[in-house]
Nanobody, 127 residues
Framework: QVQLVESGGGSVEAGGSLRLSCAVS??????????MAWFRQYPGDEREGVAA???????TYRDSVKGRFNISQDTAQTTLYLQMNSLKPEDTAIYYC???????????????????WGQGTQVTVSS
């Protein structure tokens, strides 16, 4: 069983930065690797993939955040990060982390590829 807990959300002005963290609770005695990702959700919309990273630390980003956001993880995959710089009002959303071990070798931003989810953290960017 894998449990994910996000933290680091909050309110900032446009142009500011936030760093989200996702604590991953899992059986660390296992050598199993995971693909992990950050998603966000606007009111009334479906979750969209923001950035993803695989067990080899290869990453992929949504076009709208390229050059501004950076996804990273520690070697043991017990913590996932999302460094968000040059934030814009349109980045305002609830951000979720996700993990899966089936296709751990592919950094996927498709929500259907993930079965473990955190509870979300609110990010608000004011203009």
């Amino acid at each position: 069983q894998v449990q994910l807990v996000e933290s680091g959300g909050g309110s900032v002005e446009a142009g500011g930065s936030l760093r989200l963290s996702c604590a991953v609770s899992r059986d660390t005695s296992s050598s199993r690797r995971y693909s992990m990702a950050w998603f966000r959700q606007y009111p009334g919309d479906e979750r969209e993939g923001v950035a993803a990273i695989d067990g080899f630390s290869r990453s992929t980003y949504r076009d709208s955040v390229k050059g501004r956001f950076n996804i990273s993880q520690d070697t043991a995959q017990t913590t996932l990060y999302l460094q968000m710089n040059s934030l814009k009002p349109e980045d305002t959303a609830i951000y979720y982390c996700a993990a899966d071990d089936d296709r751990w070798y592919v950094p996927s931003r498709n929500r259907a590829d993930y079965k473990y989810w955190g509870q979300g953290t609110q990010v608000t960017v004011s203009s």
